[in-house]
């Protein structure tokens, strides 16, 4: 079962790396959702620590290609190029995580960043899982746009097949192959990945139609973003699944992946787990910390000190 390879890996690559795994992230800029990775290995850069000390969760994209510096304060409508009930909404957890800091002048609110946003990250790695190379689906199209695009670094299918010539001769010759056994946690480099163009303009295909495909050019400082905001959400996310079954035969592996003693396998809770299953039993969820778990297998922080001079956002209401 393919959730429970991906799973699998990425408990293998947290636990083989010293940098911050995720899963199911866009991966499209030219048209938002037209590409999904399935993992993502963001690798830390020289002010990683910094980015820790910030928030556990996502800091929200506008709010760091927002007008807000860390010098002085500006009136929050002003800092955004969005419409202002986005605006405002993004000010609101900016300062609940404390990347902002609010102060009132006139009856106004401005805010100011509490911290310079780090240079985090150095490399990303896009995986695509594809446990039954029998059935490729479309893996030659996903793989392609992917190179197409440069995006990520390096980019890396994984499989638990076998590996033929022929399989290889299919798929671009930048895209590197693992072969991976989820049971025993071992993985094969059958190919090394080429390093991609990320800092040039990139080919995303939009539509494919017969004898065309429509296709967009996206720019150096568009994909940097894009990687940017694919390193936020990676770092707020992570892998595990938000919650594990409420069911009595359900439990957490060492690394957090949700198992079902009756079938004696781990199980994606979304779409196998419930009433509809002969083996629920109705019970409370086991009680596990997945963020603990994560705190303790990957660099991310669960709880950090924060950054802000003082608590954000108390002094709006003064």
Request: glycine share 8%.
């Amino acid at each position: 079962m393919e959730f429970a390879f991906e799973l699998a890996l990425c408990a293998h690559l947290e636990e083989a790396t010293d940098g911050v795994v995720a899963r199911q992230l866009g991966a499209a800029v030219a048209a938002p959702g037209g590409r999904i990775v399935d993992v993502c290995l963001v690798e830390p850069g020289p002010e990683f620590d910094e980015r820790t000390a910030i928030a556990a969760e996502t800091i929200p994209p506008l709010a760091v290609e927002s007008d807000v510096g860390v010098g002085s304060a500006v009136y929050w409508k002003d800092a955004f190029d969005c419409h202002p009930d986005t605006a405002r909404r993004v000010t609101d957890r900016a300062l609940e995580l404390g990347f902002f800091e609010a102060e009132r002048r006139s009856g106004r609110e401005y805010v100011r960043r509490a911290v310079r946003y780090p240079d985090w990250f150095s490399r990303l790695v896009g995986i695509e899982n594809k446990p039954d190379l029998g059935s490729p689906g479309d893996l030659e199209r996903q793989l392609r746009t992917d190179v197409s695009l440069a995006l990520f670094d390096e980019v890396y299918l994984a499989t638990e097949s076998y590996v033929t010539r022929a399989h290889l001769n299919r798929l671009p010759e930048e895209v590197g192959v693992w072969r991976f056994d989820p049971a025993s946690g071992e993985r094969e480099v059958i190919r090394e990945a080429t390093a991609l163009p990320v800092g040039e303009t990139g080919i995303e295909p939009i539509e494919a139609r017969p004898l065309e495909t429509e296709i967009a050019a996206v720019s150096a400082g568009e994909k940097a973003r894009k990687r940017r905001r694919i390193a936020e959400r990676a770092y707020g996310k992570g892998w595990r699944t938000d919650e594990l079954p409420a069911c009595a035969r359900a439990r957490a592996t060492a690394d957090g992946r949700p198992r079902c003693d009756h079938f004696g396998r781990v199980v994606d809770p979304g779409t196998e787990c419930g009433p509809s299953c002969p083996a629920f039993e109705p019970a409370d969820p086991p009680d596990v910390d997945l963020d603990a778990i994560r705190e303790e297998r990957s660099p991310w922080v669960a709880d950090p000190a924060g950054v802000a001079r003082r608590q954000a956002g108390l002094d709006r209401f003064t």
